[in-house]
């Protein structure tokens, strides 16, 4: 259409919108003016003024059918029409007030659900990092063709990603300082590492998430300041002076935004660092999950003696790269780094590693994946598979809602059968009346999805409060700090979760309800008369009940492992113990620490109210632990994987603190100190592993010492219980503990156990007291060892209570659409009723026959739903504990529970309907 005829079109459109009755008077009058002129035209010719102007209208084709074909040119009727339908719903809906908000509430848990879910998902999963072109971003790992077997993840192992498919995210300093001076493929490489820092300066810990960057960390970011400078290449070499950037949270709530903090000076573990920047908002690091508040240069590691910047095998950095272009190929930035990595791993070569670990190391190949969305130390490994298995069971429970809600919409379609023909009979088409009809159905779901969305803002900040991952970083579990502002991915995916169930819960009502007789409507015919109508109820409810029984074979599945895993004997008694984590560093020198550590456990043992007190390197349910590779005469065919054991230095009330019982053999004791042979006690799988069939008691190992050498034997004095270590849901590893006195290795002991006759935190003041006594400068954390336990089970607690939440709501939702599907029978049958039991029909007759059309639906959806239910479990293998994801009593139990809710749900109005009286019944005829 040439440009010109626009300028007449879009203003005369434009009128019709907005100023539709004055557009329609207008037309009027141009019609009539139209066969006014006509009528003339044919009087003239010779006809009478009544024939001529009947004429004139048989040319015109029907004056109601030309306005309408003068309405479809403006090209606006379709918005007109929709307004009108939406009007015409809103009314409907509001004469149904207890229809709309048991649909809108129905539609509001199911999208809320899925929103609440998927806004997890998109914060830990799919969100871009705020950065400059961030999809050019990709993290660099070294891939060991030794460890491929390991494959991915496991949810029961949150170690496991170190090697996950034969690829390490971990990087030693020199091994990143060669990748920054030899690479040529990106346009810019930088390093970080997260760490906790301790903003205080004695007494009990005040933790600050932070990151050690590379000099190039921001500008390859392509980060500004919000105020100050950022860290730059200058301020990371070696010797460095102490600067950090602080993050845009932590400028606003600890210097309230003020521009002095740009100067300032920062006391972090105990050093101080001028700080000379604010990072931008909204930017906390690389890792998702980690909100770091504080940065510093790596270089600084060498003030605070944390890391040596010249060990070869301290393996703690990461490191990501921009590619300088989108377009390079995968396969081309692979073939470069496979160039390039011979001569980058064979310069930082850890010296004193054995020839066939160096032969090893030097055959990695440096690897790229993208890190757009940022990357994850543990978050994404321990709760990828968890939020998916939440995700399927949620998408269930809308399954279930918009199942329930077609059912109520089959039921009122029927209640406007009249209706519906009379607006046929005056003209109105099928799709015309589907439109209407779908337009209600849009309005429900449009507000389902309202009061839905705001359910899920409140239930993804009720659900993060739960979430918390194993640290490597602080001591114990640390809550999680997700990013849950919106974005468009969750507005998109609420709006298409309502766009889906439109067609869910819409579509099959409306094409019955339009599908109807008009003559038979009118009539009056029941919908017993209708066996489609039947059917069609029928194949809903059962399939609500199909599942339902997935999701409570899912639900009962994830109570049972928790429940088991729960009532897990550990080996050691959790009750009263009070966990305190000191660090001496750099209040006490290295050489005074272990006199030091031994006066604060025996003042702490002296406390009122403390029944035991013992220290240890590692205490139960901790992430971090050491190992050595042991050695003995009946295991020299071992491979290293098998010859590892995790290694413990304790002190000898250790075992009597938790309560842990010995097997055979003796405690430490007085005697044995760091002159006198070296002992251990070891666990019965270690006992079983490493002197197979044979008396551990007396006999003697060797774990590596220097590098490449075992040290002097160790002779084995005590065989305790095996206990659980890292988390309850693991395999008990071997295990050898150690006396402090004799310390094989650099492991400190600095974890002390209080095993206590009052409530375990009602003593941390006395603690702080005596330990100030020893030395004030000294940090303390605390934690007890319940909850550090509790820490280990998050995921499962999670999912068990989360799935048992929606397993109740899909009961509920089954049990209500199942009595309303009943109800509406009996109503429906009620002439039916009235006739049987005028010829001598029994209640208890009528009753069995209503059971048994309720039960015969029942048990099509439990045949349906058992065998979706063994299909869909497997997924669910990694996620259990002490269970099958085919447990028979779990699936029993679940179709037995539904088998009572549709009982009970079937049996009040099948009990009415033993109550109708045939004279009323029939009345109406």
């Known amino acids: 259409m040439r440009p010109g005829n626009w300028l007449y079109i879009i203003p005369l459109r434009l009128r019709a919108l907005f100023r539709r009755r004055r557009a329609d008077e207008d037309l009027d009058a141009e019609l009539r003016d139209h066969i006014e002129q006509k009528t003339e035209s044919y009087v003239a010719g010779g006809l009478t003024p009544r024939e001529a102007r009947r004429q004139a209208l048989i040319d015109l084709r029907g004056l109601d059918q030309t306005k309408e074909r003068c309405r479809?040119?403006?090209?606006?009727?379709?918005?007109?029409?929709?307004?009108?339908?939406l009007r015409y719903g809103l009314r409907m809906l509001g004469k149904s007030p207890g229809f709309t908000a048991v649909a809108v509430l129905t539609l509001a848990l199911g999208i809320g659900a899925n929103t609440a879910i998927f806004s997890l998902i998109d914060a830990a999963m799919l969100r871009t990092l705020p950065v400059l072109r961030p999809d050019e971003l990709v993290q660099l790992k070294r891939h060991d063709p030794r460890y491929t077997s390991i494959g991915s993840p496991s949810f029961s192992n949150p170690l496991s990603f170190l090697w996950a498919g034969g690829d390490s995210p971990v990087f030693s300093n020199p091994l990143w300082e060669q990748i920054r001076d030899q690479q040529d493929v990106f346009s810019g490489v930088f390093a970080w590492s997260n760490i906790q820092f301790d903003l205080g300066r004695g007494g009990t810990l005040e933790?600050?998430?932070?990151?050690?960057?590379?000099?190039?960390?921001?500008?390859?970011?392509?980060?500004?300041?919000?105020?100050?400078?950022?860290?730059?290449?200058?301020?990371?070499?070696?010797?460095?002076?102490?600067?950090?950037?602080?993050?845009?949270?932590?400028?606003?709530?600890?210097?309230?935004?003020?521009?002095?903090?740009?100067?300032?000076?920062?006391?972090?573990?105990?050093d101080l660092f001028e700080v000379i920047g604010v990072a931008p908002p909204g930017f906390h690091g690389m890792d998702v999950g980690w909100h770091s508040e504080v940065f510093v240069p790596i270089c600084t590691v060498e003030i605070s003696g944390i890391q040596s910047l010249d060990a070869r095998s301290s393996w703690w950095l990461n490191v990501a790269g921009r590619i300088p272009k989108p377009g390079i190929s995968r396969a081309q930035l692979t073939a470069r780094l496979r160039v390039l990595s011979p001569r980058i791993f064979s310069a930082a070569l850890p010296q004193f590693w054995p020839a066939d670990e160096q032969r090893s190391f030097e055959k990695e190949k440096l690897v790229a994946i993208s890190a757009a969305t940022g990357t994850s130390f543990t978050l994404r490994q321990q709760f990828d598979q968890p939020l998916q298995v939440l995700m399927a069971i949620v998408g269930l429970v809308l399954l279930i809602a918009c199942a329930n809600i077609a059912g109520l919409m089959l039921t009122r379609g029927v209640v406007r059968e009249k209706e519906i023909a009379v607006r046929h009979a005056l003209g109105a088409s099928r799709w015309r009346l589907i439109k209407q009809l779908l337009t209600e159905c849009i309005l429900l779901s449009a507000m389902g999805a309202i009061v839905g969305f705001l359910f899920a803002r409140w239930g993804a900040v009720l659900l993060i409060r739960d979430f918390s991952i194993h640290s490597f970083f602080a001591y114990g579990n640390m809550p999680v700090p997700l990013d849950l502002s919106l974005d468009g991915r969750v507005l998109g995916f609420t709006a298409a979760v309502a766009i889906l169930t439109v067609a869910l819960f819409g579509i099959l009502p409306t094409l019955r309800s339009t599908g109807v007789s008009p003559t038979s409507a009118m009539k009056g015919s029941l919908e017993f008369d209708h066996p489609a109508g039947f059917r069609s109820r029928n194949l809903i409810v059962a399939s609500q009940v199909a599942f339902s029984l997935v999701l409570l074979v899912a639900a009962g599945l994830l109570l049972r492992s928790f429940a088991k895993l729960a009532t897990l004997d550990p080996g050691f008694d959790p009750k009263n113990v009070l966990i305190v984590y000191a660090q001496l560093w750099p209040a006490v020198p290295q050489d005074l620490?272990?006199?030091?550590?031994?006066?604060?456990?025996?003042?702490?043992?002296?406390?009122?109210?403390?029944?035991?007190?013992?220290?240890?390197?590692?205490?139960?349910?901790?992430?971090s632990y050491g190992q050595h590779d042991v050695h003995t005469e009946w295991s020299k065919g071992f491979t290293e994987a098998e010859s590892m054991s995790m290694s413990v230095n304790v002190s000898p009330e250790y075992f009597q603190t938790l309560r842990m019982q010995f097997v055979a053999g003796r405690n430490f004791n007085s005697g044995d100190t760091s002159t006198s042979p070296a002992v251990a006690i070891i666990d019965q799988t270690a006992a079983r592993r490493f002197f197979p069939g044979l008396d551990p008691l007396g006999k003697t190992f060797w774990i590596d010492g220097v590098p490449g050498r075992t040290g002097p034997p160790i002779e084995v004095v005590g065989v305790v219980r095996n206990a659980k270590s890292v988390s309850l849901r693991e395999e008990i590893h071997p295990t050898i503990f150690f006396p402090t006195t004799q310390a094989p290795d650099i492991l400190v002991a600095n974890a002390f156990e209080l095993r206590t006759a009052v409530r375990p935190t009602a003593l941390i003041s006395s603690v702080q007291?005596?330990?100030?006594?020893?030395?004030?400068?000294?940090?303390?954390?605390?934690?007890?060892?319940?909850?550090?336990?509790?820490?280990?089970?998050?995921?499962?607690?999670l999912l068990a209570q989360l799935s048992g939440f929606f397993g109740s709501l899909a009961l509920l939702l089954v049990s209500v659409g199942l009595y309303g599907t009943v109800s509406y029978l009996v109503a429906q049958r009620r002439r039916e009723f009235g006739i049987r039991m005028a010829l001598g029909a029994e209640p208890g007759s009528i009753l069995r026959l209503i059971m048994r059309d309720v039960f015969s639906v029942v048990a099509v959806g439990l045949l349906a739903g058992i065998a979706m239910s063994l299909a869909a479990t497997r997924v669910l293998q990694q996620l259990l504990f002490g269970i099958g994801p085919r447990d028979t009593v779990t699936l029993v139990v679940a179709a037995a529970a539904l088998s009572l809710v549709a009982l009970v749900a079937g049996y009040f109005p099948g009990r009415r309907a033993t109550k109708i009286s045939p004279m009323e019944a029939l009345r109406h005829e």
């Open 72 to 85: 479809d040119t403006r090209r606006v009727t379709w918005l007109q029409d929709l307004a009108q339908d």
């Open 207 to 270: 933790p600050a998430d932070g990151s050690l960057v590379s000099g190039d960390f921001f500008t390859t970011l392509g980060l500004f300041p919000a105020a100050g400078r950022l860290i730059i290449w200058s301020d990371d070499y070696r010797g460095c002076p102490p600067v950090a950037v602080i993050s845009y949270g932590f400028w606003q709530s600890h210097y309230g935004g003020a521009k002095t903090a740009v100067g300032s000076v920062l006391s972090l573990d105990k």
């Open 593 to 623: 620490r272990p006199a030091a550590l031994e006066q604060i456990e025996n003042r702490l043992r002296a406390l009122p109210g403390v029944l035991s007190a013992s220290r240890s390197s590692m205490t139960p349910a901790e992430v």
């Open 769 to 797: 007291a005596a330990v100030a006594s020893v030395n004030s400068g000294i940090t303390l954390e605390f934690h007890t060892l319940t909850q550090q336990v509790s820490d280990s089970m998050v995921q499962e607690r």
